[in-house]
């Protein structure tokens, strides 16, 4: 059984003037069909290693949580972290406190300084 070939008949039946094939001659052709292939080649090799990149990352991640929950313990994980955020507070607490602490000392130092200065100052009677 042979199949005929239509005759080229264009989309306003119209018969189609036929021209040559000249893509197989064309560098420009050559050049996309490189490219293309080169592209093909590359979209499987970045699979790839988006596939090997998952599986490492995926250990990692295990590595981590194996690190930050011994045990599993998630809780404890959790307590642990409110106790060394509640630390954390009570130290700023602390310096807070120390630092107006300091603050009223100095000024009563500095209050007792001068008046010990103006006090000197009156037993040693005007100056002449």
């Not at 006090?119 to 040693?124: S, T, V, Y």
């Amino acid at each position: 059984m042979t199949i005929e070939k239509p005759s080229p008949i264009d989309y306003y039946g119209q018969e189609s003037v036929a021209l040559p094939d000249r893509r197989v001659d064309m560098a420009l052709f050559n050049l996309v069909t490189t490219i293309l292939t080169e592209q093909r080649e590359m979209d499987v090799k970045l699979v790839k290693h988006i596939e090997d990149e998952t599986v490492d990352f995926e250990r990692m991640v295990a590595q981590a949580m194996a690190l930050a929950l011994p045990d599993g313990d998630m809780h404890g994980h959790r307590r642990h972290h409110e106790v060394v955020i509640a630390a954390e507070e009570r130290k700023i607490e602390f310096y807070e406190k120390l630092k107006a602490a300091l603050a009223s000392w100095s000024l009563i130092g500095l209050l007792g300084v001068l008046v010990t200065w103006v006090w000197i100052g009156f037993l040693k009677g005007p100056r002449l």
